[in-house]
């Protein structure tokens, strides 16, 4: 009977002890979780502040040594990249400070071209990563229309490639634009290129391979053949340099003497289908530039694959890459009930024409004196006050609005209006 009272003790001291020790486990393990919990929240709150303060010192950086209005510069050499396209190298004519700026950001020049009244303004993009002593850009020569004996070659484009050279002096405005790679990040990303479009994107390329060699990035490159391969030695030594960087130039139209795998890596142009079999998901972020109708197409195929569009960064080149409003299916606009669009200085008023891409487009018809540059509200020349109505933007304005006053080029009529020009 003792014997059984002393087991049962004991029993009882050793489930109590057990039972003990299991609780202090229990209490351990809650400290050590709540521990790592903390520890967990701590890492986060100090990546967001980390990242935080990147982005403020980026912003910083960015903005030092900036400048208002426009500064000179002289075109350090000129660099043929494939034929109609030409790099020109810029230095600072004052020889100070160079202010970095964000890749995918645009240069605007303010040029004195021969034979035209004023300073004609253009946009071209920073087509390297930010370097200390130059910016560059690369500007493709836009020949006449086909067919068109009476249309002219591209203004601008045709100045830069057949008159300036070395040692001349240009007037350009700081780097501008919201279409850039977030470099603080480290997320994947796909860069999709049309021709000429590619120059943003060779900047952002440079910079990921310069300062995030483990950032994932595929650019894939739309060009017709070998003849329009932009940049072609430099792109390939890129992809073979860089295990990061995966490359996909597509030729729409091959020569007989360009080589599959050689030269190019797909027969055809960039796709959904490209974009499904190349790339491992659709979690990216996207970069698009390129033409027009090439932009739209893969827009409204990455919104088909379920891409959300705060992961679609566009960057539109002209007036003809400005996102327009679906057009309306039914009749054409009666002309009694279309709204009414009157110039006030020039004391013009007509009817807004559906079929027109903007109000630029309207008044330049309408022959009323108005300014303007990029034609795609970047550069901010064509800003028109509104007097009375509304108007509606195709996109958002890549520069400062006054109040009261829109960018006629990627602006339509809201309602009747009345413009101060
Ligand atoms: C933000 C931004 C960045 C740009 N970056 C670059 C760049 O890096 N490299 C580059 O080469 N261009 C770039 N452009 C386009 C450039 O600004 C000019 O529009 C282009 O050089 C044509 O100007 P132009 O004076 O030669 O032609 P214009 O005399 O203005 O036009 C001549 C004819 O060409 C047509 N046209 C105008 N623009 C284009 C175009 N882009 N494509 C096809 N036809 C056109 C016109 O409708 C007209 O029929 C950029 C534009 C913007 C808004
Ligand atoms: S022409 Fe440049 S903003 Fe309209």
New binding site residues.
Partial sequence: MLLVHLFTVLAMLLTAGVLAQLVFLGIELTQRLSLAVRQQRQDAELFALRLQTAKKRQQREVAAGSWNGVRKFKIDRVVEECEGVKSFYLVPHDQKTLPSFLPGQ?LTFELDVPGQPGR?I????L?DRPQPDYYR????R?PA?PGQPD????????FFHSHLKPGDILNVKAPA?GFYLDVNRSTPVVLLAGG?GL??MVSMLNEIVTNSPGREVWLFLAVRNQAEHIMKATLDAIARDHHNVHLCVCYSRPLADDAAGRDYHHAGRINLDLLKARLPSNNFDFYLCGPGEMMSDLDASLREWGVPEKFVHM??????SVKKPAPASGPAADPGTAPKVAFARSQRETGWNPQMDSLLDLALAEKVPVGYG???G?CGTCQTAVKSGKVKYLKEP?CEVEAGSCLICICVPDTNLVLEA
Avoid: D, Q, W
Wanted: glycine share 14%; charged share 15%.
């Fill in positions: 645009y004609v253009r946009c071209y993009s087509s850009v690369t500007i493709k836009i229309p249309a002219r070659p591209g203004l601008v484009s045709g634009g000429v120059t943003p960057e539109a080149f002209g007036p003809a990029c034609r795609a970047n890549g």
